[in-house]
């Protein structure tokens, strides 16, 4: 049973820190792991995707890891602002019971303080 | 904005109603996907179209027809809608069809309810 879970649930940091936010799932029978935005109101915005094969993505400020012998992706966000103030989102990509899925976690609110 | 946009946001009806749901992508992606979220948060895709050609329909009852009038949109039609049926219904698209391991842009979501 795939099982996504992230960690914080929330945070909140001074504009300027890098930062970490982390995600782990139970079952390493991915396709991909996937990072995503959401802002209040709209939708999913994706941001990072890691195939299995590979171990990080880069894009901008962005850089997303993925160790899927041990369950882990992290997203690091450096140099922070304001307009990164959203819910981010991890989703793993699998088959579950013969049927493609997105599973995701809860999100981490993350709340960058100018 | 570039993006993926769904009509309506939010959507109550009566069982035994026919109801439409509409996504628009202004990406210029080629392919489409409907995704039904489930009670433990799961996305379940539903379909996928690829030049709006059906490529993928996921064991999803008869009474729900995509239809795609060209590859910027990809709308749902469920007929005799059923308890069951309400959901949160997520569309998506990608650049091309690339089966899972590709990039998806999402849109808003549907919550459909049904009474």
């Known amino acids: 049973k795939q099982e996504v879970t992230q960690i914080p649930a929330a945070l909140s940091v001074p504009e300027g820190e890098n930062l970490v936010l982390n995600c782990s799932f139970t079952?390493?029978?991915?396709?991909?792991l996937q990072w995503f935005r959401q802002d209040p109101g709209k939708g999913l915005t994706s941001l990072l995707l890691i195939q299995s094969s590979q171990r990080e993505q880069t894009s901008g400020r962005l850089n997303a890891s993925l160790d899927k012998s041990s369950g882990r992706s992290t997203l690091y966000i450096a140099a922070s602002q304001p307009g990164d103030s959203a819910t981010y989102l991890c989703?793993?990509?699998?088959?579950?019971?013969?049927?493609?899925?997105?599973?995701f976690g809860q999100g981490t609110r993350l709340t960058i303080n100018p | 904005d570039t993006a993926v946009s769904q009509t309506p946001k939010y959507l109550v009806t009566q069982m035994g109603n026919d109801k439409s749901i509409k996504c628009e992508q202004n990406l210029g992606h080629d392919t489409m996907y409907w995704y039904k979220q489930d009670s433990k948060k799961f996305l379940k895709i539903m379909f996928s179209y690829n030049n709006k050609e059906l490529i993928i329909n996921e064991t999803v009852p008869n009474r729900f027809s995509p239809k795609s009038p060209d590859k910027a949109h990809l709308n749902l039609h469920i007929n005799s809608l059923e308890l069951g049926d309400s959901a949160v219904y997520f569309c998506a698209s990608s650049p091309v069809y690339s089966g899972p391991f590709g990039t998806q842009y999402f849109g808003p979501g549907t919550r459909l309810t049904v009474l």
């Open positions: 989703a793993v990509r699998t088959i579950i019971q013969g049927a493609q899925k997105l599973v």
């Open positions: 079952d390493s029978a991915i396709y991909n």
